[in-house]
């Protein structure tokens, strides 16, 4: 089994608004020195920026061989257009400056995830780096708060690999008149169906380790995320109740 390196910190969740200007995770690796990887880099950012923008999707690639360079950017699957692109925009600007000469670059935002690398990844799970956002209050009741957690999470998965939902899953569960617990499951596009069900599995099984009885958490792999919480986060917003979207919450990264 792979040894995996632990890094704990923490930090406030931002409001709605705001969450989509700031990076909530970063990755980078495989130093490279060259004038032409960073050309074919800044030609796949570039790309992936006009076409996902456009349908909320895209995989690109520049160049070959030791230089060459694969892309995939995705926006998540409820934010609007021009949320998606202000997010997209933001992420082709900041990854390659936060991963200075490394062809391997990754960066999640609320809203979206970009990435490249020099090695083609498209069409396979990629589940070897991991960042977990676990907010630091238990709920109440918690043992029974974490079996909800379950069959709401088990909701947004099977929505998120059914025919036609763009590998987007969302799911609402009453937990108490006063509690809803709302989730949300995604994978990449260029997964097929059981690869999809196959991340998001892994996904949720960081739960018990790293999120049990917590009152909100959020798994990000490079290949499909998972994420509840007790307030409305995804769109359309629950008209019913009010989005106090500002918590202190620990971040977990592994990676091998």
């Known amino acids: 089994m792979a040894l995996f390196q632990r890094l704990l910190l923490l930090f406030l969740w931002l409001p709605l608004s705001a969450a989509a200007a700031d990076s909530i995770a970063l990755y980078c690796s495989n130093r490279f020195n060259g ?35 694969y892309g995939l950017a995705q926006c998540r699957g409820d934010v609007s257009a021009d949320d998606c692109s202000t997010c997209l925009a933001e992420a082709a600007k900041k990854l390659p400056t936060a991963c200075p000469s490394q062809a391997d670059g990754r960066i999640w935002y609320d809203y979206c995830f970009m990435r490249y690398d020099n090695e083609n990844f498209v069409g396979q799970s990629d589940t070897g780096v991991a960042t977990i956002l676990i907010n630091v209050e238990n709920a109440t009741d918690p043992e029974n708060f974490d079996k909800k957690v379950g069959v709401v999470m088990g909701r947004a998965r099977a929505d998120a690999v059914a025919p036609g939902n763009n590998a987007l899953g ?11 617990i709302y989730a949300l499951a995604q994978c990449t596009r260029d997964l097929q169906q059981l690869t999809c069900a196959q991340c998001l599995s892994s996904a949720v099984e960081k739960f018990p380790d790293y999120c049990q009885y917590r009152k909100g958490c959020q798994v990000l792999y490079s290949s499909c995320i998972v994420r509840y919480e007790i307030y409305p986060f995804y769109f359309p917003l629950d008209s019913t109740k009010t989005a106090a979207a500002v918590g202190t919450y620990y971040k977990a990264t592994l990676h091998p």
């Not at 950012?45 to 070959?64: H, N, P, Y």
């Open 170 to 180: 969302r799911a609402k569960l009453q937990f108490t008149p006063y509690i809803t």
């Open 35 to 69: 004038k032409q990887t960073q050309a074919n880099i800044d030609h796949v950012l570039a790309d992936l920026v006009a076409r996902a923008s456009v349908g909320g999707f895209a995989t690109s690639s520049s160049g070959k061989g030791a230089s060459g360079i």
